[in-house]
């Protein structure tokens, strides 16, 4: 499907079409392509950057306004949990009325919503901004997404997917880094002003640069019933996820929620069937290689988003380095995901995705095996080849999952494909946190006693004991002040090693889920509808 699309050009309901291989007639600064690449980068950093920037953040805001440890996991939570349910709906809004425009509004509510934070004097008003910081960021992401489709002509779409990917990637694993430096020299504050700043920049350049493209039958109504089915099914899907490792799997309300997910994405697909307009036309999953990106999204992200969260508290717990220094440890994983981004862009676009996305996947499994083989004393080389690798890895899946996502996709729902591809992510990230802290906690659960015992420490009391496996699946020894050094140092060896073998349990499950994703890898092709993007008029 290669055939043209027309827009309205001039405003006024007339008529315009061009080659589907040719870019959109250049006007200067506005509408170019690659300054529209800078534009949009600008934005969706904000929004990567603060995915993982507020994590270092959080003590000193837990210490300064007096919150509760719950009360303080939800300053991230609230935000991906408004993240996630709002993807594909914001993408919607535009598809309806233009990227141009959404991105722009995103970008303003995503800093102002920055800034309020800064200023809030109780952990209730912080969350309550968090929540609205993840709102405006689903305006923002699906909207850049379709930018880009629009602006690129195909030839070109996947190195500019590729450097898209590489500002994610290099704001997500950059966060840590930079938070730590804020909070240490500046104030938690700011690293919730810095966003006032760079949305500021992000405005004025969309102001100047950025032209709306609309596809001729882009959507003239919404599906208000649709987006409350989809938005409470992701709401209790994403919810679970959340609760899970507090309620457990086994929990009742755990899966009253899960059930209540399934249901009312079911109801959704149903009533998708019915509506004139639907919110996701139901026909773009007989696409195989559109289904396969999503899938092979939601995979990626279990492995990626999974096997790091567990890196962090080995970097920062066992061997005892500041965030700072766990951050600058993870350079290898951003440095190869920087390089390797744009270079996956051109493979691809060279050979097509199917080879560089099993092969990345392949090389990510790899990676995750090897950081099975983590243990205390491994040396910070070692890690650095394995964390390079990763990277790697990783790089051709972020920009060719996402071509072959938002290139199968018809023009007229570039939007919701983006917001198909970051809601993969989002539910890719939460599956990857809780399956994964599931097998840690479980494996920890199953080995302390036995090596508590073994090394000849005093019995615990099951109190004592639940207690102990909570610290230990952070890496944490369970040692109190008073505790003689030479029980102490017994207690810090037998939590370490059995976190150590905690953390490798799970590195072999995400590497396990990787070797799956390359068999779906191996599903995906070129998106037919890429060259459609290329064509579009300047409304």
């Not at 983590?374 to 051709?396: H, I, K, N, R």
């Not at 023009?411 to 946190?433: N, R």
């Not at 349990?505 to 990787?514: D, P």
Request: with cysteine.
């Amino acid at each position: 499907m290669t055939s043209q699309t027309t827009i309205d050009t001039t405003g006024s309901g007339d008529k315009a079409s061009a080659a589907p291989s040719d870019p959109p007639p250049a006007q200067g600064l506005r509408g170019h392509p690659w300054f529209t690449l800078i534009t949009v980068a600008v934005g969706v950093m904000m929004v990567a950057l603060d995915g993982t920037i507020v994590a270092i953040a959080n003590p000193a805001i837990q210490k300064d306004l007096g919150a509760t440890f719950a009360q303080v996991q939800w300053i991230t939570n609230g935000y991906f949990l408004a993240l996630a349910v709002a993807l594909i709906t914001a993408g919607k809004l535009g598809d309806r009325f233009g990227h141009r425009q959404t991105f722009l509004i995103g970008v303003v509510g995503f800093a102002a919503a920055s800034g309020a934070i800064g200023l809030s004097d109780s952990i209730a008003l912080v969350v309550t901004f968090r929540v609205l910081q993840g709102l405006f960021g689903a305006l923002l992401m699906p909207a850049a997404l379709g930018l880009l489709r629009a602006t690129f002509p195909a030839e070109k779409l996947n190195m500019a997917i590729g450097i898209w990917g590489m500002v994610i990637g290099a704001s997500t694993a950059g966060g840590p880094i930079l938070g730590g430096v804020l909070v240490e020299h500046v104030s938690w504050q700011s690293v919730f002003f810095i966003n006032v700043p760079v949305g500021l920049v992000a405005l004025v350049l969309g102001v100047l640069i950025l032209l709306d493209h609309r596809a001729q039958n882009a959507p003239r109504s919404f599906d208000l019933l649709g987006i409350a089915l989809l938005s409470a099914a992701m709401f209790c899907l994403v919810w679970a996820l959340i609760k899970a490792p507090t309620w457990g799997w086994g929990d009742t309300k755990t899966w009253a929620f899960v059930i209540g997910s399934v249901v009312l994405f079911a109801a959704f697909a149903l009533w998708e069937t019915k509506v004139k307009e639907p919110l996701i036309p139901l026909g773009l999953f007989r696409s195989v290689p559109l289904s396969a990106g999503v899938v092979l999204m939601v995979l990626m992200a279990i492995a990626f988003m999974g096997g790091l969260f567990f890196v962090t508290f080995y970097l920062q717990n066992v061997h005892g380095m500041k965030p700072i220094d766990a951050g600058l440890h993870l350079l290898p994983l951003t440095g190869m995901m920087i390089v390797g981004s744009p270079l996956a862009g051109a493979m691809i676009t060279k050979l097509g995705p199917r080879i560089p996305l099993a092969g990345g996947m392949a090389a990510t499994a790899i990676a995750m095996y090897g950081m099975s083989t983590l243990q205390t004393d491994t040396g910070s080389a070692v890690m650095s080849l394995w964390f390079a690798l990763l990277g790697l890895g990783l790089a051709p899946v972020m920009v060719g999952a996402t071509e072959v996502i938002v290139g199968n996709a018809p023009m007229e729902l570039s939007g919701v494909a983006g917001g198909l591809q970051q809601a993969a992510m989002q539910i890719g990230g939460s599956l990857g946190t809780a399956v994964l802290g599931a097998v840690m906690a479980s494996k920890v659960d199953g080995d302390l006693p036995g090596n508590w015992t073994a090394a000849g420490l005093p019995a615990l009391t099951p109190a004592q004991l639940d207690q102990a496996s909570e610290a230990v699946q952070v890496g944490v020894a369970p040692v109190t002040p008073e505790t003689p050094a030479e029980v102490a140092a017994k207690i810090t060896d037998v939590a370490h090693d059995t976190f150590i073998s905690g953390m490798s349990l799970a590195s072999l499950v995400a590497a396990g889920v990787a070797v799956v994703a390359v068999f779906v890898a191996l599903l995906t092709k070129r998106g037919e509808n890429a060259e459609a993007g290329a064509g579009v008029g300047h409304i």
